[in-house]
T-cell receptor, first 113, second 113 residues
Framework: NAGVTQTPKFQVLKTGQSMTLQCAQD?????MSWYRQDPGMGLRLIHY???????DQGEVPNGYNVSRSTTEDFPLRLLSAAPSQTSVYFC????????????FGSGTQLSVL | AQSVAQPEDQVNVAEGNPLTVKCTYS??????LFWYVQYPNRGLQFLLK??????LVKGSYGFEAEFNKSQTSFHLKKPSALVSDSALYFC???????????FGTGTKLQVIP
């Protein structure tokens, strides 16, 4: 099993550019989520999904868009990148009703100039 | 709204000594609590969880955590620290609807040889 796969690992954008961070899992988990990690802030939830076709906002959703057309994939879109979106992004998935254990990808380091 | 607090940005401990990483939480209803560890340039890895039952829960790599309802705490402990335990540790709580996992700001553990 590959687990949770994130691509790319590194990305540099200019302000105003758009891009999609990819996340795929092969564990048939119904729950998937995106976090951003910033120094001194810990991990903050951006968006999450409890199944295909269902998404909802987390703590810091502004500037980000998600969709969930399949169980396996949960891409995160930055429509118009801003320097404040410079961060490390993690995708995570989980199984079961109570989300007892999150499985994390290895992260995408994004710099917006 | 649920929250977790990790009051120490960094904890230093000598190899072989016991270690404690502190966490307090705020959540309505019964708490589901977790500890995760992050090694450099990696995603987070699950260590242990408290759902219900015994207040002392055991997890991976010899770690354990003590749930204290009256003090709303969930401190991570290990009887004898290893240099390889040096990493970033995150406490987390899930809300009653099991939709959102909230993380603390993280505590850097440095084990000194």
């Amino acid at each position: 099993n590959a687990g949770v796969t994130q691509t790319p690992k590194f990305q540099v954008l200019k302000t105003g550019q758009s891009m999609t961070l990819q996340c795929a899992q092969d564990m048939n988990h119904e729950y998937m989520s995106w976090y951003r990690q910033d120094p001194g802030m810990g991990l903050r939830l951006i968006h999450y999904s409890v199944g295909a076709g269902i998404t909802d906002q987390g703590e810091v959703p502004n500037g980000y868009n998600v969709s969930r057309s399949t169980t396996e994939d949960f891409p995160l879109r930055l429509l118009s990148a801003a320097p404040s979106q410079t961060s490390v992004y993690f995708c995570a998935s989980s199984f079961g009703q109570t989300r007892e254990k999150l499985f994390f990808g290895s992260g995408t380091q994004l710099s917006v100039l | 709204a649920q929250s977790v607090a990790q009051p120490e940005d960094q904890v230093n401990v000598a190899e072989g000594n016991p270690l404690t990483v502190k966490c307090t939480y705020s959540v309505s209803g019964n708490p589901y609590l977790f500890w995760y560890v992050q090694y450099p340039n990696r995603g987070l890895q699950f260590l242990l969880k408290y759902i219900t039952g015994d207040n002392l829960v055991k997890g991976s790599y010899g770690f354990e955590a003590e749930f204290n309802k009256s003090q709303t705490s969930f401190h991570l402990k290990k009887p004898s620290a290893l240099v390889s335990d040096s990493a970033l540790y995150f406490c987390a709580v899930i809300n009653g609807g099991y939709q959102k996992v909230t993380f603390g700001t993280g505590t850097k553990l440095q084990v000194i040889p």
